[in-house]
């Protein structure tokens, strides 16, 4: 495992079992999360670095036939496995660009984007999982500028500064059609379609 990766996964293991006390995530904001992926009953989906499954009983509403949950973190899947135990949900452990599941309906990346430091790299991998007209949603329930200070506070070894959204997309522009975006100071979002 290279070093950055081996430096992101130490990070986030030491942080697992706080990390449901320490981050607080608007119920509403990830309700509309999740909601903007249209997922359908049946179909399946993919929660990318999704730390202790906290977009999980959102999406699983939707009742979809599986749910992927990747991360690099085996502690954060941890925390995700005492909270949910649905046959449905799979957990998957490791480097995202080694992830071979293909045929999704719908990935989320939630609150994770800065922590991938090959931005167009990252793109192309959540292409090559998804069927050919289905739905990315790269989000945070926060301002960018929030985001970016929180780490800028003793996360920048494990994070990227988050840019305006007119910039991130343009990793995705070529492999998406690309038909919501915010950044606000409440929220903000990247989503579309595989072309």
């Not at 290279?2 to 449901?20: G, H, R, V």
């Not at 036939?65 to 085996?74: C, I």
């Not at 920048?156 to 988050?162: K, N, Q």
Request: proline share 2%.
């Amino acid at each position: 495992m290279e070093e950055n990766l081996k430096e992101t996964k130490n990070f986030f293991d030491s942080m697992a079992n706080k990390w449901d006390t320490v981050c607080y995530h608007d119920p509403d904001k990830l309700k509309a999360i999740t909601t903007l992926g249209n997922i359908t009953e049946n179909a399946k989906v993919a929660d990318i670095a999704c730390g202790t499954g906290v977009l999980f009983k959102d999406i699983l509403i939707h009742n979809p036939s599986a749910l992927w949950g990747v991360d690099l973190s085996d502690k954060m899947l941890e925390e995700a496995s005492k909270k949910f135990n649905d046959e449905r949900i799979n957990l998957w452990q490791g480097d995202y660009s080694k992830f071979d599941q293909k045929d999704f309906d719908c990935v989320f990346i939630y609150s994770a984007y800065p922590h991938f430091p090959n931005k167009s790299e990252f793109a192309r991998k959540t292409a090559s999982i998804l069927k050919k007209g289905g739905r990315f949603i790269l989000a945070h329930s926060e301002s960018r500028h929030e985001i970016n200070h929180r780490h800028s506070q003793g996360a920048e070894h494990v994070s990227d500064i988050l840019s305006e959204v007119s910039e991130e997309r343009r990793h995705f522009d070529e492999l998406f059609d690309i038909d919501i975006t915010a950044d606000t100071e409440f929220i903000y979002i990247i989503s579309g379609t595989k072309k």
